[in-house]
Structure formats: structure tokens, C-alpha cells
């Protein structure tokens, strides 16, 4: 199972909104609801962000959505602020039965 | 609160075992199905298993199949990723993860511990 495809950076200055694209096939981003969206600080473990697409855990700023057209997946980030800047990863369930990552895009706030 | 802690980890000489734990606590372990999840040094998330909450279905990523071994003993909250026939490419930050649904398969990871590094090295 090849990672999901996502754009190597994303840059955006404070209160800009920046979006980051998760792209796949129709065995998994397109195929399921399953997809689900990463934060990672340096040195720190992921925290999710987003799952089954759209959702969003309690605790999560608002900020943050997820949306999906086709085999592409999104996660925007409204009102950027200097605490966003970080990795992001999407993961998806794909149709063997596991699930896949995507190849991660850091985020700098200029 | 979701509390996963992760031990085990450590340096392997190429070709050895080792086994990690991940000790559960704020949940009901025996409802929710686990994960194991890696890092590369400077790479990217790689997922590389799924136990079922009573171990009924079980999944591993290609990479490392058949020399991964994941489990779980629900008496004492506690998830396991035993590693045969390790590599240089198994050297990673590996995390344990509680998934968010009690489905029979992964679906995401709401939950993460802090990691244990395993260097495969001579």
C-alpha cells in the first residue's frame, strides 16, 4: 500500500487560511469515510485533528475542517496562528483491511 | 483521562527481538480496539497494526509481516508488539494508539502515547 500523497510544505501568515490536500485512489480516500487528519509538534507524539472526514474531536479548535471531493481528501486551517505550525498527517482505512498514511506536510506560519 | 505508556524499547543488534508493552489506563482496554504505530527518524507515520478489543481480527502492514507479532492481555490493561528479525529499517519511534471506534477493523487514532525509540544496530 503506497502513502497517500500530500504536498511536501504549506506556508500561510497569521489569520491567512491555508489548506492541505491528501490525495489517494478510490481503494481508500475515495472509497471509505475513514479518513482522518494529524497534528505533530517536534518531539511530541500525533494528536488527532480530524476524523471520519469531517469530524471534529471535542477540544479541537474550530479552526480546523475536513472535507473530501473524489479520491482527495482536505484539512483547512482558518485563522492561522502561530501554535499551528507543525506536521500534519492524513490517514486513511484502505480496502486490505489496514490503514495508510500520508506523507506528511509541515506548516509554517510566516 | 486516556493515559498510554509505552516500554521496551531500546537498542537490537541486526537480526534479534525485541517486545514492546503499552500499559493502558483511563478506559475500558477490553472495548476498543490498539494500534502500533511508527516513526523513522526525521520520516513520516507509518501504521504497522491493529488488535481487535478481543483480539478476533488482527492486521499488520506488509513491511512487517510475519516478523511482528501484536497482542494483548485485557486482565492487565496491556498491549504488546512482539519484533523478530529486525533491521536497520525498523528503527523508529514506535507508538501505541487507541482506536476511536469499536469496529473490527482501524478506523482512526484517538488516543497516542509518548513512544519508545528501537535502534536496530550493530
Known amino acids: 500500500q503506497s502513502a497517500l500523497t500530500q504536498p511536501a510544505s504549506v506556508s500561510g501568515s497569521p489569520g491567512q487560511s491555508i489548506t492541505i490536500s491528501c490525495t489517494g485512489t478510490?481503494?481508500?480516500?475515495?472509497?471509505?469515510?475513514?479518513v482522518s487528519w494529524y497534528q505533530q509538534h517536534p518531539g511530541k507524539a500525533p494528536k488527532l485533528m480530524i476524523y471520519e472526514v469531517s469530524n471534529r474531536p471535542s477540544g479541537v479548535s474550530n479552526r480546523f475542517s475536513g472535507s473530501r471531493s473524489g479520491n482527495t481528501a482536505s484539512l483547512t486551517i482558518s485563522g492561522l496562528q502561530a501554535e499551528d505550525e507543525a506536521d500534519y498527517y492524513c490517514n486513511s482505512y484502505t480496502n486490505s483491511i489496514t490503514l495508510v498514511f500520508g506523507t506528511g506536510t509541515k506548516v509554517t506560519v510566516l | 483521562q486516556v493515559q498510554l505508556v509505552e516500554s521496551g524499547g531500546g537498542v537490537v543488534q541486526p537480526g534479534g527481538s525485541l517486545r514492546l508493552s503499552c500499559a493502558a489506563s483511563?478506559?475500558?482496554?477490553?472495548?476498543?480496539?490498539m494500534h502500533w504505530v511508527r516513526q523513522a527518524p526525521g520520516k513520516g507515520l507509518e501504521w504497522v497494526a491493529f488488535i481487535q478489543y478481543d483480539a478476533g481480527h488482527i492486521y499488520y502492514a506488509d513491511s512487517v509481516k510475519g516478523r511482528f507479532t501484536i497482542s494483548r492481555d485485557n486482565s492487565k490493561n496491556t498491549l504488546f508488539l512482539q519484533m523478530t528479525s529486525l533491521g536497520p529499517e525498523d528503527t523508529a519511534v514506535y507508538y501505541c494508539?487507541?482506536?476511536?471506534?469499536?469496529?473490527?477493523?482501524?478506523?482512526?487514532?484517538?488516543?497516542w502515547g509518548q513512544g519508545a525509540l528501537v535502534t536496530v544496530s550493530s
Open positions: 478510490s481503494s481508500d480516500v475515495g472509497g471509505y469515510n475513514f
Open positions: 494508539a487507541k482506536d476511536g471506534r469499536r469496529y473490527p477493523y482501524g478506523t482512526h487514532f484517538d488516543s
Open positions: 483511563g478506559f475500558s482496554l477490553n472495548s476498543f480496539g
